[in-house]
Every structure is written in structure tokens, then in C-alpha cells.
């Protein structure tokens, strides 16, 4: 992936309290957030963030709450303005703009997609869609064309006049979705857009996401709490702790390679057969003599390839990519990816 | 020989207690006491009879120490002495007010009443959409109008309608600047619980010294000073308690702070803003009784006059119509704001 990077967050640093800046100078000597929180009285927001966020690629940044990913969301369009730190957007560097170019930044650069879908109550689902249009000073006339077009790409086509109260949870964050489509940015914010829905309803709005991003590719920061959404969506993960990040890369690689306790514990629950792809765990070779049983694509999920295989351990696959082998996949290979790693087993046997 | 006498001798200040020592206008208990016994006077028996160190008390000992009647005389002089700077000011400020208050009455009062009614009617309608409304209000009025109160009846709705209109004006404005600085909130918060719980005779007396009776502003001011409370903290509250998740997006679309304003925070503060405008209408019209002691025309005078002269009927009569208006006020204050809600479901 050779994508630019689009937005670059340096050595960010938010500590919530009356004198940030003394204890910021506590915290890089390495104060713990308890021992601040305890002994300075202000909250560690954030500790050494540093996150590359690539042009046309989906972002997830998770952790629990209080991890500190909301306050980072609101860093990028500077909802929050850090302690310390750098933020660029395409190199330039937000946190030196003024009110008015901060301002215009927000309208042309980045728009956001709410967990409580933050829609105006007295408009219509076509005004609440436009609305990053009236801001900048266009009317209903100007941005209804374009408005209805978005309302009906998330699946809203005759809804444009209810008001949102009349819609469902689900419904309203379409509307949500819309809104920040409609403003034609290049960069979508969602902070835990989908973490209010119903699980059928997220699966939904999960997937008119992907689909929406293989069509636009924008560059798109999500926030969840959710590791089975984040691993779903993610091009790259960052993983948040009490303000810090623990790890970030391929998702995949963070699931057969977690380099930390705390996700190992995440990890263990999740459903790995059909999160972790073919191309993760394959053999890489080229070699095409051998007894395969089969074709298989390298972006087939575990899940899939289990069922193909009716449960037979001594099968190999082949794996290919636009028709061309690029390595092959054992089942007994499949079947050790599916055990949560050692160190986890481990840990549980400790705790136990 | 009074209580204290020994206090102001320890202190050493019985120089100048002689000092002031005159022959001042004797106050009414002085006298009553003077010619009752002569007992009484002298010093108590006992710690039981120690009376409290007030201003009186001590001047019984000093006589140059100032007695309480003193105070409010002082006070009384030194509101006369500012009273003409003051009226100075707010005379011209005030005037358009009672412009408005003559104009209202006079046009209420010129126009025929099958202009009037029908006008009223048709306000009505368009802020209530309903019909049963309509004709509660159409009965209540020709029902004033048939036993001839409908023309008091007039001028006190003309004074509701001029105050309340004034109240909005001013109140809304100072609710928002409130709702914006949390240090004009807490200046703004005293004097707004002082105006609330003041008796409203006490501030009638500064406004008879500072305007003329025979002006209509003086009763303006009076009510526009006890109504305008509601609408002022209402919509303070309303704009403070809107959905912190729906300003945060309009500053992430990159709203202006006026924008914000005018799309976000008033209209989602309706609900609120509207059920200060109820309050402040109700509460206009309750002044407006009150203000007839100074003048203020309408179905306040006939209760005044039942009170006066001892008529019963007409101080019954004149009440139940005050209650009338004061229903079909609420009423349609009420249904508009209801309309409004709907519209502002989350």
C-alpha cells in the first residue's frame, strides 16, 4: 500500500485540568494516569499519540471507553485542541490555523458522523442532509438534487420530507451518513457511528459503509469499542489504552501477532475463523506441483474455506489471486490459526 | 438615664453625645411614653428588660447618635435628591413605551368591535389551528362584551399585548447573553430573584416619584419590571439545555458562532423560550390589576372600584372577567407552544 499520507498525528499529547502544562512535564517523565489523576489532579487524556492516517483507507481506531479514542477523533478537526503535539492534513498544519481557516477546514476538509446522530429536530431529513451545504450559504433550491441523490445511495429515497423523529435509529444515522456524504469531503470522522444501532442494523450499516468506500474512497477515521466491527472495516487499526496507543497495523497482523496482554484478552472472544483472511496464514510459494484440492482466494475468510473443505484436516488448498497461485494453505495450518495464541492460553491458565 | 448610657462613657464620647443634643420634632411612641409614666423610662430592674442595642435605644443614651426614623428619611431625601438626574435619563428613554401604550389603547378602543373580534378570532386560528379554541375565545369575548365590559376588557388586553411584546423584546436578547457568559449570568440571577419576590407595591412607590401618575409608562414599566422575569430565565435555561451532541455537530460542519445561534440553539430552545412567553403573558396580566392603583385603565379599576366603594357585584363581575382572559390567554398560549413541541420530538 503505497497510499499517501493524508493525515499525520505527531507526539500528541491532551491532558484535561486547570495547568495542563505543568503536568504535562509530569507525564513525560513518565506519570502514569492514575499516579496524575491522584497526585496532580488532572486527567491524561492522551499520551504520545503518533498515527498515520493513509489517503482512500479506513482507519479504526478502538479501544474501551476512557481509552481516550473520542478525544482523539476530536483532535483532527480540533473540536479539542491538544496540549502538545502535531497535527498535519496534507501537510499542512492544523493546529496553527485561525478561527476562520479552522472554520473552512471543517466545511470543505471533514465532515462527522455522530454515535447519537446529532440531527437538527426541526428540519427534514433533506435539510438535516444538506446541511453542510446551508452552512456554507447554498439553499434547499441548490443542494436538493444532490441532497436526494445521497439520501437515496443510503437507502432513504422517499423519506427526504419526514422529520428525523419520525425514523428509526438505524434510519437516522443513514441520514447521518448522508449529511456528511453530502458535503463532499475528502475525510469522514465516525465516532462509533454505528455503536447505538442493533447489531442486524450495524452488520447493515457496516456493510453500505464498505460499500460506499469501495465506490468514494475517502479517507475514513472510525471509532469503535466494537474489535468484530473494527476488524470488518479496518484497513489499519490502532488500538488505544488509557490515552496511548498499544499497537497499530494490518489488522490481521494485530490478531496473530498481539504484542500486548490487553489485546490478547480482547482478541480471545472474536470469532477468528471469519475474520482472519487466507492470504494471513497461507504458505507463500509458487511452486504449482503438488495435490491441492482445490482453488481458493486469498481474501476468502477461514469460514469460508472450513466449509469447502467439509471438515477433512489433510486437504491443501491452492491460493490464487486473479487467476495466478500465489501459495497454498494446508488445513491443518487452518486449523492451529484458529486456536487464540499461546500467550493468551497462557494467560488464561494463570488467571485460572 | 437610659440603658447605654455607661457604653458611651467607657468609648469617651460623651462630648460629643452632648453635642448634638437638640430639641428635634418628638416622635409619636416619645410622647405616648412621656405622658403615660415616668417609671417606665428609667433604667430596667433586671438583664431580663435589657432592651436591643437598636438605633432608637441608643439615641436614648447619645443623643447626637441617629435615631431610625432618621434612615429613612435619609433615604427618602437622598432618591429625591437623584430623582430629577435620574427622570433626566429615563424619561426620553422610556417615552416610546408610553407611546406604545397609548396607541395600542386608542386604536383598541377606536376600532369597532366587528373589526376587533374577528381580527382577534383569526389570531387565534393561525397560531392554534384549532376551532374549539377559536370559539372558546369568541364566546368568552362577546359574553364581556354583552354584559359592556368589553371595552375594559380591551384596554387591558391592549396593555398585555404592548408588555408582552416589550418583555419578549428585552427579555429574549438578555436570556441569550446569559446563556452565553457565566459571569453576566450570575450579576444578572439576583436581580432577576429580587424582581421576582419584591412585592410588587414596593417598586410602584419609587416609579410614582420618578414619573407622573397621569403617564402611561409609569404602569408600563411597572408590569414590563414583574412580567419580563420568565422569559428572561426560560430562555437562558432553553438555550443552555440544548443537546450538547447537536452543537458539537454544527461546529464540526463549521457553523459560525451566529449561525449557530439562529439554527441551532434558538430554535431548538422554542419549546422553552415559548413556555417563558405563556408565563410572562399570565404574570403581565396579573400586574396589570395591581397597576390600576396608578392609573393603568381596564378591568383592574372596576375591582379597585369594588374595593372602594364597597361594590360587590362590580368587584365580582370585573374578577371573573380577569379570570376569562386570563383562561383564554393561557389556553391559546399553551396550544401554540404545543404546536411548537411537535415539531421538536428527538
Known amino acids: ?352 | 438615664m437610659a440603658t447605654y448610657d455607661s457604653l458611651f462613657s467607657t468609648l469617651g464620647l460623651k462630648d460629643w453625645c452632648s453635642e448634638g443634643k437638640s430639641d428635634g420634632p418628638m416622635s409619636m411612641a416619645d410622647l405616648l411614653a412621656k405622658t403615660q409614666s415616668k417609671s417606665n423610662s428609667t433604667e430596667p430592674e433586671s438583664l431580663w428588660d435589657l432592651p436591643f442595642p437598636s438605633m432608637d435605644t441608643l439615641n436614648e443614651s447619645c443623643a447626637a447618635f441617629p435615631q431610625s426614623r432618621e434612615l429613612t428619611k435619609g433615604l427618602e431625601q437622598g432618591f429625591l435628591a437623584i430623582k430629577d438626574n435620574l427622570s433626566l435619563v429615563l424619561d426620553p428613554v422610556t417615552q416610546p413605551l408610553s407611546w406604545f401604550l397609548d396607541g395600542a389603547l386608542y386604536g383598541m378602543l377606536n376600532t369597532p368591535w366587528w373589526i376587533v373580534i374577528p381580527v382577534m378570532l383569526a389570531v387565534v386560528f393561525l397560531v392554534t389551528k384549532s376551532w374549539k379554541l377559536v370559539l372558546l375565545v369568541a364566546s368568552s369575548i362577546c359574553l364581556l362584551a354583552f354584559i359592556d365590559y368589553y371595552e375594559y376588557a380591551m384596554q387591558t388586553l391592549a396593555i398585555i399585548f404592548v408588555c408582552a411584546f416589550l418583555c419578549v423584546l428585552l427579555g429574549v436578547p438578555i436570556g441569550i447573553a446569559m446563556s452565553r457568559s457565566n459571569t453576566f449570568q450570575r450579576m444578572t440571577i439576583p436581580v432577576l430573584d429580587m424582581l421576582q419576590t419584591l412585592p410588587p407595591f414596593v417598586y410602584l412607590i419609587p416609579l410614582i416619584f420618578l414619573f407622573s401618575v397621569t403617564e402611561s409608562k409609569l404602569y408600563g414599566i411597572a408590569i414590563i419590571l414583574y412580567a419580563i422575569v420568565p422569559v428572561v430565565r426560560l430562555t437562558n435555561l432553553g438555550i443552555r439545555l440544548v443537546d450538547k451532541d447537536v452543537i458539537e455537530a454544527a461546529d464540526a460542519f463549521g457553523m459560525t458562532p451566529r449561525q449557530k445561534l439562529f439554527k441551532v440553539q434558538i430554535p431548538l430552545a422554542l419549546p422553552n423560550i415559548m413556555a417563558g412567553v405563556n408565563q410572562t403573558i399570565m404574570m403581565s396580566l396579573a400586574m396589570v390589576v395591581i397597576a390600576s392603583l396608578v392609573s393603568a385603565p381596564g378591568l383592574g379599576v372596576l375591582v379597585l372600584r369594588g374595593i372602594r366603594n364597597l361594590e360587590l357585584g362590580v368587584g365580582l363581575v370585573a374578577g371573573l372577567g380577569i379570570v376569562i382572559l386570563a383562561v383564554i390567554l393561557d389556553r391559546v398560549t399553551k396550544a401554540s407552544l404545543a404546536r411548537i413541541n411537535a415539531t421538536h420530538k428527538q
Open chain 1, 1 to 352: 500500500m503505497a497510499n499517501d499520507i493524508k493525515i499525520s498525528i505527531k507526539h500528541l499529547y491532551k491532558i484535561f485540568g486547570p495547568t495542563p502544562d505543568v503536568a504535562l512535564e509530569y507525564v513525560k517523565r513518565g506519570m502514569n494516569k492514575a499516579d496524575l489523576l491522584e497526585q496532580q489532579n488532572h486527567v491524561l487524556g492522551l499520551r504520545d499519540i503518533n498515527v498515520d492516517i493513509r489517503d482512500g483507507e479506513i482507519t479504526v481506531i478502538m479501544g474501551l471507553s476512557g481509552s481516550g479514542k473520542s478525544t482523539l477523533i476530536r483532535h483532527l478537526n480540533r473540536l479539542i485542541e491538544p496540549t502538545a503535539g502535531e497535527i498535519r492534513l496534507d501537510g499542512t498544519d492544523v493546529l496553527s490555523l485561525n478561527e476562520e481557516q479552522l472554520r473552512q477546514l471543517r466545511r470543505e476538509q471533514m465532515s462527522m458522523v455522530f454515535q447519537k446522530f446529532a440531527l437538527l429536530p426541526h428540519k427534514t431529513v433533506l435539510e438535516n442532509a444538506g446541511m453542510a451545504l446551508n452552512i456554507r450559504g447554498y439553499t434547499i433550491a441548490d443542494f436538493e438534487s444532490e441532497a436526494v441523490k445521497w439520501l437515496a445511495r443510503v437507502g432513504l429515497e422517499g423519506n427526504e420530507n419526514q422529520y428525523p423523529h419520525q425514523l428509526s435509529g438505524g434510519m437516522q444515522q443513514r441520514v447521518g451518513i448522508a449529511r456528511a456524504l453530502v458535503s463532499n469531503s475528502p475525510i469522514m470522522l465516525m465516532d462509533e457511528a454505528f455503536s447505538a444501532l442493533d447489531p442486524l442494523i450495524r452488520s447493515d450499516m457496516q456493510d453500505l459503509l464498505l460499500e460506499l468506500q469501495a465506490e468514494l474512497q475517502k479517507t475514513i477515521v472510525f471509532i469503535t469499542h466494537d474489535l468484530d466491527e473494527a476488524l470488518k472495516l479496518s484497513d489499519h487499526l490502532v488500538i488505544l489504552k488509557d490515552g496511548e496507543v498499544v499497537q497499530q497495523g494490518d489488522p490481521q497482523e494485530i490478531l496473530l501477532n498481539p504484542n500486548d496482554p490487553y489485546i490478547i484478552d480482547f482478541i480471545s472472544d472474536i470469532n477468528r475463523a471469519r475474520v482472519l483472511r487466507v492470504r494471513s496464514i497461507m504458505k507463500k510459494h509458487v511452486d504449482n506441483d503438488g495435490d491441492y484440492a482445490g482453488d481458493i482466494s486469498e481474501k476468502d475468510n477461514l469460514e469460508t474455506v472450513l466449509s469447502r473443505s467439509g471438515g477433512d484436516t489433510d486437504m491443501v488448498f491452492r491460493v490464487v489471486r486473479n487467476g495466478e497461485m500465489v501459495g497454498s494453505l494446508s488445513m491443518k495450518d487452518l486449523t492451529r490459526a484458529l486456536v487464540p495464541t499461546d500467550a493468551s492460553t497462557a494467560r488464561t491458565n494463570r488467571t485460572d
